[in-house]
């Protein structure tokens, strides 16, 4: 029997593989929690201390003193629905860059398929979202504003942020692996990404003919969907969300494409 060994292509997925590999997937996801946590005081509540904070500091400068519009919902409600997708994200971008960095001793002793490193970083967010998530509707309640019925659509939104952290996390923990210095360009981007989204504003303050471009930012997409399907309010699905949806899906190809194309050589250069 003769075996004959080809190198793939930098198009390929390796779904059965990444699969074939799931509990090494489980464990890294597993440890970063625990890595979190560990040794740490008051240990999970600060997944809600980082946006609850924000919120209080952006309801008192930017709903009190600067009176930005808030579709009718108290600001704090406004604000701390948009941070819950957003500091998921934020969070998930940066453990994603510094995920095959921090793992280098693994990756040069043994083959494993390496998208499992950005993957379980960004998937090992999760509970911190559903903690913070949940104080958002106990919030919710608190102020007298109930889920809508569009709150069936909610998972999708989820699952655009997380396709979202997981499109960019591809480039830059490919990239921060040859370059190091892209970890230190990775917090001036999320600080600039987070007043280019609409955290602290809705987008309706954005021109009408200025949506659609707006949605070239895949986090304005998201943000405005979580709160359109939680709250009733924000920019229902329309072209802003769709062209959301195609920018994410076409970083989140070229992402593949690139970080199968340096996945070759990341042991030897780590």
Known sequence: ????????????????????????????IWRDIKVRYKQTVIGAAWAVIQPFLAMVVFSVFFGRFARIPSEGLP???????ALVPWTYFANSLTNATNTMVANQRV?????????????????????DFLI???VLIGMMFLYGVYPTANLIFLPLFTLMAIVTALAVGLWTSAANAIYRDVRYVVPFLVQFWLFASPVVYPSSLVPERWR?????????????????ALLGRGEPPGPML?????????????????FRRMEGTIADVI
Do not use: H
Not at 1 to 25: A, G
Not at 244 to 256: C, D, E
């Open 1 to 28: 029997m003769i075996t004959i060994i080809k190198p793939q292509s930098v198009f390929t997925l390796k779904f059965k593989e990444i699969w074939d590999y799931r509990e090494l997937l489980y464990f890294f």
């Open 75 to 81: 600001y704090p409600i406004f604000a701390y629905c």
């Open 107 to 127: 990756i040069t002793k043994v083959y494993f398929p390496r998208l499992i490193l950005p993957l379980s970083a960004v998937l090992s967010g999760l509970p």
């Open 132 to 134: 913070s998530f949940s």
């Open 212 to 228: 659609a471009l707006y949605g070239l930012n895949p986090m304005a997409g998201v943000i405005e969907g979580f709160r359109w």
């Open 242 to 258: 769709f062209v959301s949806i195609f920018v994410v899906l076409l970083v989140f190809i070229g992402g593949i494409i690139y």
